[in-house]
């Protein structure tokens, strides 16, 4: 004869001895917390901002990128009707004579640039810590190219630079130099902007690198002082390694300023003469505002250019500082 066991009910449980006990209420789900007043304000102060990043970050910056892979002219750009040609536009750009040498222009420009603005910046954020009478009235006037606008910094350097009147050329006839076409000449028009540029980028650099020197403890110079380490010692033991997360926030931001700089150059030289200034800032403007036949896509397509570089450097960045705190 068959047994049959009974199977419990699921709903019931049994103690050690087989008796039939109560099961346990399931858990209770805990109740939504509605956001608190302190959330609220936070989302409050929060939507200004990433409205204001989408509207003059985002949106312009997709639409960029959509005038790159499209085939723009004047009558589809107003009409918007602007056929999707995916990366010819790129092509275009790459297989254009102009590419690279505006390449190398802008390398040059950047690399240049950087390297003069931040070694004069920190001589002169060291001269400046040896407080002495009027060190505060310099330091402001130092700050004079950084205050100026652009076009007018520019203008200024286009008269001293200038070929027959400039006050460049007449100090260098007083001491009896010939003549230099600054802005006409292929071989230096390039490196009059790039002067024209650092002295415009040297006060920022100076203000962040002082900031930095003022975190330093005195009490690291005097000790290595007493140890026998001379100034020089002690500027590459002590200042330069304390000194490198601020040089490098400076080094990046002084690089993405650079590497879109315009005006300076448009200014000075429009990018000539024979193109031998020019740079992806004044060739993305040329192709897509300076032709009588404007190239919309090309030009925003160098643009896009500018913008994955700057940010190639960005991630570049964080990553070394990554690495730095880990260690």
Same mark, same amino acid.
């Given at each position: 004869m068959?047994r049959?066991?009974?199977?419990p009910?699921?709903?019931t ?13 399931p858990?209770?789900r805990?109740?939504?917390?509605r956001?608190?007043s302190q959330q609220w ?12 990043l ?5 949106? =312009?910056?997709?639409r960029?990128?959509? !005038?790159?892979?499209?085939n723009? #002219? +004047?009558? &589809?750009? @107003?009409?918007?009707? *602007?056929?999707?040609?995916g990366l010819?536009?790129y ?5 254009? =004579? ?5 390449l !190398?222009?802008?390398?040059?420009? #950047? +690399?240049? &640039?950087? @390297?003069?603005?931040? *070694?004069i ?7 400046f810590?040896?407080?002495?009478r ?6 402001? !006037?130092?700050?004079v190219?950084?205050?100026l606008?652009?076009? @007018? ?10 070929s ?10 007083a001491?009896?130099i010939?003549?230099v076409?600054?802005l006409?000449?292929p ?15 040297v ?5 962040v ?5 003022q975190?330093?403890?005195a ?10 380490a001379?100034a020089w ?5 002590i200042?330069?390694?304390l ?29 000539g003469?024979a193109?031998?200034?020019t ?13 009588l036949?404007?190239?919309f896509?090309?030009g ?8 994955v570089?700057a940010?190639v ?9 990554r ?5």
């Open positions: 068959n049959t066991t009974q199977l009910d699921r709903r449980a049994h103690d050690r001895n087989g008796a039939a006990t109560a099961a346990p209420p858990p209770r805990a109740p939504r917390r956001p608190t304000a936070a989302w409050g102060f929060l939507a200004p901002v990433t409205l204001y989408i509207l003059f970050y985002a949106y =312009p910056l997709y960029n990128v959509d !005038l790159s892979l499209r723009y #002219t +004047v009558r &589809s750009f @107003v009409q918007g009707d *602007a056929p999707f040609t010819e536009n092509l275009k750009v790459f297989d254009d =004579p102009t590419f690279a040498p505006a !190398l222009h802008t390398v040059v420009f #950047t +690399v240049v &640039s950087l @390297v003069f603005q931040y *070694a910046g920190l001589a002169l954020a060291v001269f810590t040896q407080h002495f009027l060190s505060a009235t310099l330091r402001a !006037l130092f700050l190219p950084w205050l606008p652009l076009i @007018v910094s520019a203008s200024t350097w286009s008269w001293m630079l200038n027959d009147s400039g006050v460049v050329n007449a100090a260098l006839h001491v009896g010939d003549a076409n600054w006409t000449s071989s230096w028009s390039l490196t009059s902007v790039i002067l024209a540029n650092v002295w415009i980028g006060p920022f650099n100076l203000v690198l002082y900031s930095g020197l975190s330093i403890p009490s690291l110079y005097e000790a290595a002082a007493l140890d026998g001379n010692q002690r500027f590459w033991r200042t330069f390694p000194l490198r997360p601020v040089s490098a926030i400076t080094l990046l931001l002084g690089l993405v300023y650079t590497l879109k700089v315009f005006d300076i150059i448009w200014i000075m030289t429009k990018g003469p193109d031998s200034s740079t992806f800032a004044t060739w993305s403007y040329q192709l897509g505002f300076g032709n036949l404007p190239a896509g090309p925003a397509a160098v643009g896009n250019l500018l913008v570089a940010v450097f960005g991630l570049v960045y964080l990553r070394v500082q690495k730095q705190y880990a260690s």
